[in-house]
């Protein structure tokens, strides 16, 4: 049974970076036709998504976080990474690891997220 466990820095400086690594215990991050993705979710907020990674290695962001989140392989087959880049207070939140899985009902293919980390807090602050 494969299981996601998050990890990373409990506080951050504003204008530093971090890194969160998402570690998947028994299943490769490249096991083919999976997605990968991160969210967060800041106090008392939503959940916001921030991106995802295809199996072969490729990533996906919303607009709002092009060019300051980065999501790549982890230093081993079962890792994953998201650096955020010029943090502010306003990343601070619990940030989850999730897998995607699809299913086809009726003709049409569904997309969830069927597996997720505990979550891990991060907090930016002076």
């Known amino acids: 049974q494969v299981q996601l466990q998050e990890s990373g820095p409990d506080l951050v400086k504003p204008a530093q970076a971090f890194v969160v690594t998402c570690t998947s215990s028994g299943g490769s991050i490249s096991t083919r036709n999976y997605y990968w993705h991160w969210l967060r979710q800041p106090p008392g907020k939503g959940l916001e998504w921030m991106g995802a990674?295809?199996?072969?290695?490729?990533?996906s962001y919303p607009p709002s976080l092009k060019g300051r989140a980065f999501i790549a392989r982890g230093a081993s087959a079962d890792r994953f990474t998201l650096d955020l880049y010029s943090v502010t207070p306003s990343d601070t939140a619990v940030y989850y690891c999730?897998?995607?899985?699809?299913?086809?009902?009726?003709?049409?293919?569904?997309?969830?997220?069927?597996?997720w980390g505990q979550g891990a807090l991060v907090t930016v602050s002076s």
């Open positions: 990674m295809y199996y072969d290695g490729s990533t």
């Open positions: 999730a897998r995607e899985a699809s299913t086809v009902v009726g003709g049409r293919r569904y997309r969830y997220l069927e597996l």
